[in-house]
């Protein structure tokens, strides 16, 4: 059995199966267009998702990951959901206790949350992370159209109005990028594609600039688009990394 899809919750989960295990899996966290149903996700639809699943496969890595409520902006429920799948996983694969963790976008919001709770995480591997929505949302502001969409988007993962969403994250420092964790080594990897992406770049490395000033097993690189296909490579030597002390 390569792959099989569940339900938890009411959303859809879905698990991949490599050839040859080696004992430790793979929660992923996807960005906006992430989806699980039924049949498929997509990380099987999408060409470079793909590319980067069937690497991570090939390496011995069981993978998974839920729908997570669709658009769900680091949302409790979403957190909560995460949590209860990783449980489901270790209650019913032979997997090592500590799971890796693949956020991308949106998905980090839920990954920095996590890791803050009673899930055991051996390392956190970001892809062009959203890491603050309050930052985020400054730099949407500008964007009128991509602005309003955002906030109808949050007011329905968080129950609120649109209007109340912008004081809420204004105000709240809980809102802002959270302290991570010590003991979990983070990779972050930005890829340098359209003007979003360059407006972010000087956001990550100041986020980073300051992990690092605190001590913290952070480290940063940035992908031109045209080396994307490496970054299954890149994501596997990263996991193995920390896989020396079970």
């Not at 209650?91 to 990954?111: D, P, T």
């Not at 649109?162 to 930005?190: C, K, M, T």
């Not at 000033?213 to 480290?219: A, F, I, K, Q, R």
Request: hydrophobic share 40%; charged share 25%.
């Amino acid at each position: 059995m390569e792959n099989r899809n569940f339900r938890l919750d009411t959303q859809w989960n879905m698990i991949h199966y490599p050839d040859r295990p080696n004992g430790f899996g793979i929660l992923i966290l996807g960005d906006e267009r992430h989806f699980v149903d039924k049949e498929t996700s997509f990380w099987t639809q999408n060409e470079g998702k793909r590319a980067l699943l069937n690497d991570l496969k090939k390496a011995g890595y069981t993978i998974f990951y839920s729908n997570l409520y669709g658009l769900h902006w680091g949302s409790q429920k979403a957190v909560e959901l995460a949590q209860s799948l990783c449980a489901y996983i270790k209650r019913n694969e032979i997997l090592n206790e500590k799971i890796h963790v693949l956020a991308e976008g949106m998905g980090a919001l839920v990954a920095l949350k996590l890791i803050r709770t009673d899930t055991k995480i051996r390392s956190l591997l970001l892809i062009n992370p959203i890491l603050s929505l309050k930052s985020h949302l400054q730099q949407e502001r500008e964007h009128k159209f991509f602005y309003k969409k955002l906030l109808k988007e949050m007011s329905f993962s968080f129950n609120m109005h649109p209007e109340d969403i912008e004081a809420l994250v204004e105000h709240n420092n809980g809102y802002e990028i959270p302290e991570l964790d010590n003991g979990i080594p983070v990779e972050i990897i930005h890829v340098l594609a359209g003007s979003r992406a360059y407006r972010q770049s000087a956001l990550i490395n100041q986020y980073c600039l300051k992990w690092k000033e605190e001590g913290l097993p952070v480290s940063l690189l940035y992908m031109v688009p045209e080396k994307k296909p490496q970054m299954g490579d890149k994501a596997v030597r990263f996991f193995k990394k920390q896989e020396a002390v079970l």
